[in-house]
């Protein structure tokens, strides 16, 4: 630990080849260290480099007691947060997700300003007066929190001004949902594997990621269940987006019969290959075969548009409507959130999601 709290030394280091670099140098435990900031390029005033160093300073006095007495601003637990709490607890696809939230988002407004001056009915009035939907709103919001929750993680403030400004998730407009005649149109424009694959995400009320994460060995034809154990996005293999995601469903005997007829004329059949394999073994990207098949498919079938989501919300309406109870919707959607299948903890019976799966079936496929 460091007896003062250090600001370091930034200057110009000069190269014989290529731009000049900023050069950061600091003690620790009594030997001099250096770190390159960026070129001059880059930073072309010190003031950039001062901005961009802002954070790397506070982290070499993170146990310097003096540190509390050093103001940090926004921009640099930003930069603090991307480099030291990202790597760590987030996957590739949230870490851009957050990358492009704090760039068009939160660092534009408040970078300049210091974590301790971050106040709750600033934050509120922000919030109201962006020009987006709530989804985009409420991610932002809850991003904030997430930051300054870090924040107080670090000892830079005790309090997280965010929690008090809520933010509603609420849609205005509603999803498009499919109805079972709709859906019997689409698939008379499919060919396959991309028949198979729609079937197979309608009638499970699959995430895309998850049905391209679906490997042989998950399904088990002799006791009819599918086990959602992992899910792809962008190439990427992870767990279930939550813990409830990872569960056991019912297989339909009648979609367990598409499954065995798609694996027999697939090349990939081993118990660790992906049920829906590409020419090259790695699944397909989802995005590519929304826009070369499953809309120009809708356009046909004169249906409007779709999105891999639509079979999702079309299957949880579906349950709905054919009398599922609300603990047995739960458990096939797999919400984590009980809000989102209203407020059920109760666990269904096996015997009841068999049931209801089925149900959905005869209904969008079979009759």
């Given at each position: 630990m460091q007896a003062r709290y250090q600001y370091g030394d930034l200057r110009i280091r000069r190269r014989n080849k290529g731009p000049d670099v900023w050069q950061f140098r600091y003690l620790e435990n009594g030997r001099r260290k250096s770190v390159l900031?960026?070129?001059?390029?880059?930073?072309?005033?010190?003031?950039?480099?001062?901005?961009?160093?802002?954070?790397?300073?506070?982290?070499?006095?993170?146990?310097?007691?003096?540190?509390?007495?050093?103001?940090?601003?926004?921009?640099?637990?930003?930069?603090?947060?991307?480099?030291?709490?990202?790597p760590k607890h987030c996957r590739k696809l949230t870490a851009s997700v957050y990358r492009s939230l704090f760039e068009t988002h939160i660092r534009p407004k408040w970078g300049t300003e210091l974590v301790e001056n971050v106040k709750p009915m600033a934050v509120k009035e922000w919030l109201e007066g962006m020009p987006h939907s709530r989804q985009v709103k409420a991610h932002v919001r809850g991003l904030m929190h997430t930051l300054l929750q870090a924040a107080i993680l670090w000892g830079l403030i005790e309090n997280n001004p965010v929690n008090p400004v809520r933010q509603s998730r609420k849609r205005l407009k509603k999803p498009?949902?499919?109805?079972?005649?709709?859906f019997k149109l689409l698939l008379g424009q499919l060919s396959e594997p991309y028949k198979s694959m729609v079937i197979t995400v309608a009638c499970l009320g699959l995430r895309v990621c998850e049905l391209l994460g679906l490997q042989w060995g998950d399904l088990d034809f002799e006791n009819l269940t599918v086990k959602i154990?992992?899910?792809?996005?962008?190439?990427?293999v992870n767990e279930p987006k939550t813990e409830a995601s990872e569960s056991t469903l019912p297989l339909d005997p009648d979609l367990a019969e598409v499954l065995l007829a798609h694996k027999a004329g697939s090349h990939y059949k081993a118990d660790s290959d992906?049920?829906?394999?590409?020419?090259?073994?790695?699944?397909?990207?989802?995005?590519g075969i929304l826009a070369d098949h499953l809309k120009p498919a809708a356009t046909r079938a004169e249906i409007g548009n779709v999105g891999w989501h639509t079979f999702r919300h079309s299957y949880s309406t579906l349950l709905h409507s054919l009398g599922t109870t609300p603990a047995v919707q739960k458990e096939l959607l797999r919400h984590a959130d009980i809000q989102t299948t209203l407020?059920?903890?109760?666990?269904?019976?096996?015997?009841?999601?068999?049931?209801a799966a089925s149900k959905v079936v005869n209904a969008l496929w079979k009759t």
């Open positions: 900031v960026g070129t001059v390029e880059k930073l072309p005033t010190k003031a950039d480099a001062e901005r961009a160093v802002e954070h790397f300073r506070h982290t070499i006095n993170d146990q310097n007691p003096q540190t509390q007495f050093h103001s940090v601003t926004v921009a640099a637990l930003i930069d603090r947060f991307m480099k030291q709490h990202v498009r949902v499919l109805t079972p005649a709709e154990q992992r899910s792809i996005v962008e190439g990427e992906y049920v829906f394999a590409g020419a090259t073994g790695n699944p397909p990207w989802p995005d407020n059920i903890y109760t666990q269904a019976v096996s015997s009841e999601k068999r049931e």
